[in-house]
């Protein structure tokens, strides 16, 4: 499909053995881009708190000089950032993705806010039910989710793709990101179709 594929991991549920697995299997597939993320609470269990992100960078940072790893191409890793100071070992990543974000406003304030060199990347998350915005403002709390926005989605369920490809030409617009990450949830079809006629 002439995609380029990156591999999401998190730190939650790995120790240092799964992980150069992981860097292993992913070279054998030709995988070479890695988003590293924390991960959420697991709902059972614990963490086991063996790798953290920026450990997780190390090490893919010191596969280059791994003979095991002699003919890759060379892995990237990616981070993610909230709309907040970002720590100085995340400005050393690849690239980085923000956090989803309804506001364009917000997004260009937190641009202005930091100095990167690398592509950075605006999170688009369509909106697919009024249900959905209630349960990320309940989980993610410096998510701000636009109230006219939930009562759009609840009168018309396809009101959150239109949003959602405005947002994504208003950032293109402003020239301030690399592109955008963007989560289509059930809606990609739409978003395709949409997206198409307008760009």
Same mark, same amino acid.
């Given at each position: 499909?002439?995609?380029?594929?990156?591999?999401?991991?998190?730190?939650?549920?790995?120790?240092?053995?799964?992980?150069?697995?992981?860097?292993?299997?992913?070279?054998?597939?030709?995988?070479?881009?890695?988003?590293?993320?924390?991960?959420?609470?697991?709902?059972?269990?614990?963490?086991?708190?063996?790798?953290?992100?920026?450990?997780?960078?190390?090490?893919?940072?010191?596969?280059?000089?791994?003979?095991?790893?002699?003919?890759?191409?060379?892995?990237?890793?990616?981070?993610?950032?909230?709309?907040?100071?970002?720590?100085?070992?995340?400005?050393?990543?690849?690239?980085?993705?923000?956090?989803?974000?309804?506001?364009?406003?917000?997004?260009?304030?937190?641009?202005?806010?930091?100095?990167?060199?690398?592509?950075?990347?605006?999170?688009?998350?369509?909106?697919?039910?009024?249900?959905?915005?209630?349960?990320?403002?309940?989980?993610?709390?410096?998510?701000?989710?636009?109230?006219?926005? &939930?009562?759009? $989605?609840?009168?018309? #369920?396809?009101?959150? %793709? +239109? /949003?959602?490809? @405005?947002?994504? =030409?208003?950032?293109?617009?402003?020239?301030?990101?690399?592109? &955008?990450?963007? $989560?289509?949830?059930? #809606?990609?079809?739409? %978003? +395709? /179709?949409?997206? @198409?006629?307008? =760009?």
């Amino acid at each position: 499909m002439g995609a380029r594929s990156i591999a999401c991991l998190n730190s939650r549920d790995r120790n240092l053995l799964g992980f150069q697995r992981d860097l292993l299997t992913a070279a054998a597939y030709g995988v070479e881009r890695f988003l590293f993320v924390h991960g959420d609470k697991p709902s059972a269990g614990g963490r086991t708190s063996e790798l953290t992100v920026r450990a997780m960078i190390e090490q893919t940072r010191a596969a280059a000089e791994d003979p095991a790893f002699r003919g890759c191409d060379p892995f990237r890793a990616g981070v993610t950032s909230g709309l907040r100071p970002l720590p100085g070992w995340k400005s050393a990543a690849d690239f980085v993705f923000v956090q989803v974000s309804y506001s364009l406003e917000g997004l260009l304030r937190w641009r202005d806010s930091v100095s990167l060199s690398v592509p950075v990347y605006a999170g688009v998350m369509v909106l697919a039910s009024a249900g959905m915005a209630r349960n990320l403002a309940a989980k993610i709390p410096d998510i701000d989710i636009p109230e006219q926005l &939930v009562a759009d $989605v609840e009168r018309d #369920r396809d009101a959150g %793709v +239109a /949003a959602a490809c @405005e947002q994504i =030409l208003a950032i293109r617009d402003s020239g301030a990101f690399d592109g &955008v990450h963007l $989560v289509p949830v059930s #809606r990609y079809r739409q %978003v +395709a /179709a949409l997206l @198409e006629r307008e =760009l």
